[in-house]
């Protein structure tokens, strides 16, 4: 299965909203609501932001929220600050009986 | 508090067989839930290898599914990855992973090993 699109980059300014995308198909993001966000830092592990498209796990701030329309979903972080900073990923099941990730989008912190 | 611990090799010649195992500390394998293997390439997104739940019913990846093998041992509290005939491809930080299956989402994440495949 091809990875889930997503851009490359996104900035903003702090205090200011950003939204990321993450584009599949009807046999994965459009398919099932097994979509989930992922937070990495330099040199960390990826950390569990959201799942089940819009669910936050227990101690994720609420600054961080998800979405979906037709095969896209997408994940908005409200009121940026500079720990904010870092990679993003998305995640899908499949049709296929896997999980498959987003290529990444890198936000900056203006 | 549950957490999770990659060990193994750092340099794997290619051909040869890539071996992992995670430690799992602060629960029991046996209780419950899939237990996965995440790998990823430097400067690229991660790539779910497979999974394997307590009771030993392994899930790998249908791209990987030929060279992957995914173990449980319930003794001592571990599971483990194989991966055989790499290549250079498979050069990436492999993280072991606790995965909730019935919503396909992984909520803890060990710290990761990196493994080179070079002669």
């Known amino acids: 299965q091809s990875a889930l699109t997503q851009p490359a980059s996104v900035s903003g300014s702090p205090g200011q909203s950003i939204t990321i995308s993450c584009t599949g198909t009807?046999?994965?993001?459009?398919?099932?609501?097994?979509v989930s966000w992922y937070q990495q830092h330099p040199g960390k592990a990826p950390k569990l932001i959201l799942y089940n498209i819009s669910s936050r796990p227990s101690g994720v701030s609420r600054r961080f929220s998800g979405s979906r329309s037709g095969n896209t979903a997408s994940l908005t972080i409200s009121g940026l600050q500079p720990e904010d900073e870092a990679d993003y990923y998305c995640?899908?099941?499949?049709?296929?009986?896997?999980?498959?990730f987003g290529l990444g989008t890198k936000v900056t912190v203006l | 508090q549950v957490q999770l611990q990659e060990s193994g090799p750092g340099l794997v010649k290619p051909s040869e067989t890539l071996s992992l195992t995670c430690s799992v500390s602060?629960?029991?394998?046996?209780?419950?839930?899939?237990w996965g293997w995440i790998r990823q390439p430097p400067g690229k997104g991660p790539e779910w290898i497979g999974s394997?739940?307590?009771?030993?019913?392994?899930s790998p990846n249908p791209s990987l599914k030929s060279r992957v093998t995914i173990s449980v041992d319930t003794s001592k509290n571990q599971f483990s990855l194989r991966l055989n005939s790499v290549t250079a491809a498979d050069t990436a930080v492999y993280y072991c992973?606790?995965?909730?299956?019935?919503?396909?989402?992984?909520?803890?994440w060990g710290r990761g090993a990196l493994v080179i495949v070079s002669s």
């Open positions: 992973v606790r995965d909730l299956r019935w919503n396909w989402y992984f909520d803890l």
């Open positions: 602060g629960y029991s394998i046996s209780s419950g839930y899939y």
């Open positions: 009807s046999s994965d993001v459009g398919g099932y609501n097994y």
């Open positions: 394997i739940s307590h009771s030993e019913s392994a």
């Open positions: 995640s899908s099941y499949t049709s296929s009986d896997a999980s498959v």
